[in-house]
């Protein structure tokens, strides 16, 4: 049966492959074909696990019940494949909150090991990244909530991380940025941002004014969301501009002694109340400009309160942690 986890705000529907073989979804056997031949049956995925049942749709909700699906796992020892199908059909290459909640669903059904380090093998289809891509995740406490670590290595920076085209160079705090036009002709203060990956691709525009920060309504208006959607989206939904393949779309503030608050449009789903690799992509772009040291960042999104871990070697970021807990809901 599916099970709905909800992480920071963040929902996600987790199903076992041989679950929707039964109900008729034609799914590959192994996770890399399933993967390159997504467009087979990943929207009917969608169709059945994410959609709202007839006439049970809240006023003012999303579109979608949930903000995706994870498949797997395809095995029942480490390490575990998946695949995280976003509402839109298409694969995301790694999620932080989609792989906290599967880590949480593998501990509820009683695959986890223990209190043991497990590797997680995320399968997409997109060229321009290595595909599986693999997360190391141990079980933890922070603050005394159980939750789980996430290993998310080492990040890069600039427009050749994430493969976007026609970008030009804009100084902030003695730092190379980006200027993205489609961005600042949105917004005028939308005129720095920092590309960054951090297995997903990632341009998170700095601001230092709360009013710049665009709440998730404003951005589901009309106007608003399609300019966001032309940006974060690849084609055919998107432009594809400036990056091909797509790229999430992060708002970032300086708020006070390591805090980071920031605003998600995610490729594949438009707003939502948080995302993990989006807080780790904010965090490592925050330390890039010079507003957080490496340590302890806590990024703050309408979802919750993420906690990231920066670990800094000869002035480079060497690796980038996340901490997320989830819940069983519905």
Known sequence: MARSYDARGNIYRVVAPEEMRRNGIDLPDQPSHAAQTREAWALAAIEAYCSWPPGTQPSGSKDHRSDGLLVGPFQASPPFDLLIVNTDGTLAERSGNGLTIFSQALSDQGFWPGGE?????????????????????????????????????????????????????????????????????????????????????????????????????????????????????????????????????????????????????????????????????????????GWVAAGEVKVVMPGGTAPILLEEEQGELSRVSLFGTARLVG
């Open 117 to 289: 380090a497990c590797v997680l093998r995320v399968h997409h289809d997109k060229a321009d990244m290595l595909s599986p891509g693999e997360t190391s995740v141990t079980p933890a406490q922070v603050e005394g909530v159980g939750g789980f670590w996430l290993d998310l290595g080492k990040p890069s920076f600039g427009p050749g991380a994430v493969s976007a085209q026609g970008i030009e160079s804009v100084a902030f705090n003695g730092r190379e940025l980006s200027h993205v036009q489609p961005l600042s002709s949105l917004n005028a203060a939308w005129s720095r941002s920092q590309f960054t990956r951090v297995g997903n691709p990632h341009c998170v525009t700095l601001v230092e004014d709360a009013g710049a920060l665009p709440s998730n309504e404003q951005m589901r208006q009309p106007g608003l969301f399609e300019g966001l959607t032309r940006i974060a989206y690849a084609m055919p939904t998107g432009a594809g501009q400036p990056c091909p393949a797509g790229v999430n779309l992060q708002w970032a503030m300086l708020e006070a002694g390591g805090r980071i608050v920031a605003r998600v449009f995610e490729r594949g789903e438009g707003p939502t109340a948080s995302s993990g690799t989006s807080a780790s992509a904010v965090a490592c772009a925050a330390w890039r400009v």
